[in-house]
């Protein structure tokens, strides 16, 4: 069974750090693309970074960029989002979500997601 | 930055057919997907690449894409289909989605 696990989330600090991970099963982890995706309560859903299926490709989205940093390591199955200067507006359920292919292209979606990690940056 | 504009809600009788629109400058150039996501629930994609349907998606989700608008359609609605709808779409190395619409059968 095709399955995505998050772990890491919790409650920090304003100006804090943490690190998610994202654990794969099921498929080829190396062949796909993956991307951290994030909703805040009672929000809409908002992409966070893209990472491609060798880890030689990346992509932030302009509220995260400078902050945060996406990477794997495909020995372990195992995508990572390093968080650092974490605010407030940073709260939100933190989604892995699969791409269709290796590389994020113009044709991409998310086909398998995991069931989130709950992020909460409050003091 | 690009942007994808839905309507908040869309409302739909049971058995009949909903359609929710995805706007944005030059839509038809790019890919649209969907997700569909139900109360405390992840995402679930219903549609990718304007009209594919991932499996074990129900035939009665189709999609479309031309101009400046994308719609997904939902025939012979059902209870079921309750849920928030987002669409999707890459530009410029990134991706963008759209605020969602809640569609409720009734």
């Known amino acids: 069974e095709v399955q995505l696990l998050e772990s890491g989330g919790g409650l920090v600090q304003p100006g804090g750090s943490l690190r998610l991970s994202c654990a794969a099963s099921?498929?080829?982890?190396?062949?796909?693309?993956m991307s951290w995706v994030r909703q805040a309560p009672g929000k809409g859903l908002e992409w966070v970074s893209v990472?491609?299926?060798?880890?030689?490709?990346?992509h932030y989205a302009d509220s995260v960029k400078g902050r945060f940093t996406i990477s794997r390591d495909n020995s372990k199955n195992t995508l990572y989002l390093q968080m650092n200067s974490l605010r407030a507006e940073d709260t939100a359920v933190y989604y892995c979500?699969?791409?269709?292919?290796?590389?994020?292209?113009?044709?991409?979606?998310?086909?398998?997601w995991g069931q989130g990690t709950m992020v909460t940056v409050s003091s | 930055s690009y942007e994808l504009t839905q309507p908040p809600s869309v409302s739909v009788s049971p058995g009949q057919t909903a359609s929710i629109t995805c706007s944005g400058d030059?839509?038809?150039?790019?890919?649209i997907s969907w997700y569909q996501q139900k109360p405390g629930q992840s995402p679930v994609l219903v549609i990718y690449?304007?009209?594919k349907r991932p499996s074990g998606i129900p035939e009665r989700f189709s999609g479309s894409n031309s101009g400046n608008t994308a719609t997904l359609t939902i025939s012979g609605t059902q209870a079921m289909d309750e849920a928030d709808y987002y669409c999707?779409?890459?530009?410029?190395?990134?991706?963008?989605f759209g605020g969602g619409t809640k569609l409720t059968v009734l």
């Open positions: 999707q779409a890459w530009d410029s190395s990134t991706v963008v």
């Open positions: 979500a699969k791409d269709l292919g290796v590389a994020a292209t113009t044709a991409s979606a998310f086909d398998i």
């Open positions: 030059k839509l038809g150039d790019k890919y």
């Open positions: 099921g498929f080829t982890f190396s062949s796909y693309a």
């Open positions: 690449q304007d009209t």
């Open positions: 990472i491609s299926g060798s880890g030689g490709s990346t």
